[in-house]
Nanobody
Framework: QVQLVESGGALVQPGGSLRLSCAAS????????IGWFRQAPGKERERLSC????????YFLDSVKGRFTISRDNAKNTVYLQMNSLKPEDTAVYYC????????????????WGRGTQVTVSS
């Protein structure tokens, strides 16, 4: 059974850092792309980043480039999102998702999702 479980979300002050984890099971992690997304209340889901089977990474939002870093440890079946210099506008539920293929595709190319982890940036 495919399962993705996010963890690491917390309340953090502006300028702080968090490292989110996405623990994967039920499939061979190194064969599939994994993406990170976020959704704030009342807003549409945003695609943040993707890492493919060749460890090629892609970042989609100018507001997070240079602050967020996606990485993958296949031996631990885990994908990470390191978030630095956090801002209040980063407050959202963060999700990881399994891609349908080896490469990162469009926003509709994900078939399994985690339940999300809450990140709140506030003083």
């Amino acid at each position: 059974q495919v399962q993705l479980v996010e963890s690491g979300g917390a309340l953090v002050q502006p300028g702080g850092s968090l490292r989110l984890s996405c623990a994967a099971s039920g499939f061979t992690l190194d064969v599939y792309a994994i993406g990170w997304f976020r959704q704030a209340p009342g807003k549409e889901r945003e695609r943040l980043s993707c890492i493919d089977g060749k460890y090629v990474t892609t970042y989609f939002l100018d507001s997070v480039k240079g602050r967020f870093t996606i990485s993958r440890d296949n031996a631990k079946n885990t994908v990470y999102l390191q978030m630095n210099s956090l801002k209040p506008e980063d407050t959202a539920v963060y999700y990881c998702a399994k891609g349908r293929s080896y490469y990162c595709g469009g926003s509709g190319s994900y078939d399994y999702w985690g339940r999300g982890t809450q990140v709140t940036v506030s003083s």
